[in-house]
Nanobody, 121 residues
Framework: QVQLVESGGGLVQAGGSLRLSCAAS????????MGWFRRAPGKEREFVAA????????VHVDSVKGRFTISRDNAKNTVYLQMNSLKPEDTAVYYC??????????????WGQGTRVTVSS
């Protein structure tokens, strides 16, 4: 079983930045698509971004394009989400996931426990 551990969440003012990290236990980390999802208070979990090492492809949901950037360091088995120009509506628990290419919850088999991001106005 792949273990995923997120870190880097916290409190930040609107317009600020955070970098989330997700460390994986899997030695074959590079074979997985890595994704970030988030769940805002009272809402369902939603897709944020994904990265495929094999194809070099990344995708970001429209609401975060130009502000968030997903990246990965396969040597460290770690995926990152750099979040800039944060808005109060970005407040959520952020989850990393490993699986196949897609934007659905069902495309991802392994999940971290989440890290909380709170953006104040």
């Amino acid at each position: 079983q792949v273990q995923l551990v997120e870190s880097g969440g916290g409190l930040v003012q609107a317009g600020g930045s955070l970098r989330l990290s997700c460390a994986a236990s899997e030695r074959t980390f590079s074979s997985y698509v890595m994704g970030w999802f988030r769940r805002a208070p009272g809402k369902e979990r939603e897709f944020v971004a994904a990265s495929s090492w094999s194809s070099g492809s990344t995708v970001h949901v429209d609401s975060v394009k130009g502000r968030f950037t997903i990246s990965r360091d396969n040597a460290k088995n770690t995926v990152y989400l750099q979040m800039n120009s944060l808005k109060p509506e970005d407040t959520a628990v952020y989850y990393c996931a490993a699986g196949r290419w897609g934007q659905s919850l069902y495309d991802y088999e392994y999940w971290g426990q989440g890290t909380r991001v709170t953006v104040s106005s």
